[in-house]
């Protein structure tokens, strides 16, 4: 049984910061592309934050290139994603995604973390 199980949020004021983990299991994680998203309320899940398994290549939305960090450690089956420079409007709960297109394509979503950026 797959399981992806997020843990790091909370509540922090702007310009703070947060690291949230992703521990997947029941997978076999390195052959599987991380990805963090996002969803606010109101508002539509959004890709934030992406690492390709075989390159190991990121990419990011536009709205935190710069402040946002994604990783992973594939001994430790876990990706990261540290936010730095949180700001309000990165309020929303954050879910961690694994896909592959290995044997056909599998998608993964993790629980998700609410991060709340609130003085």
């Known amino acids: 049984q797959v399981q992806l199980v997020e843990s790091g949020g909370g509540l922090v004021q702007p310009g703070g910061s947060l690291r949230l983990s992703c521990a997947a299991s029941g997978l076999t994680f390195s052959s599987y592309s991380m990805s963090w998203y996002r969803q606010a309320p109101g508002k539509q899940r959004e890709r934030v934050a992406a690492?390709?398994?075989?390159?190991?290549?990121?990419n990011y939305a536009d709205s935190v290139k710069g402040r946002f960090t994604i990783s992973r450690d594939n001994a430790k089956n876990t990706v990261y994603l540290q936010m730095n420079s949180l700001k309000s409007e990165d309020t929303a709960v954050y879910y961690c995604?694994?896909?592959?297109w290995g044997a056909g394509r599998s998608e993964y979503w993790g629980q998700g973390t609410q991060v709340t950026v609130s003085s």
């Open positions: 690492i390709i398994s075989a390159s190991g290549s990121t």
């Open positions: 995604n694994a896909l592959t």
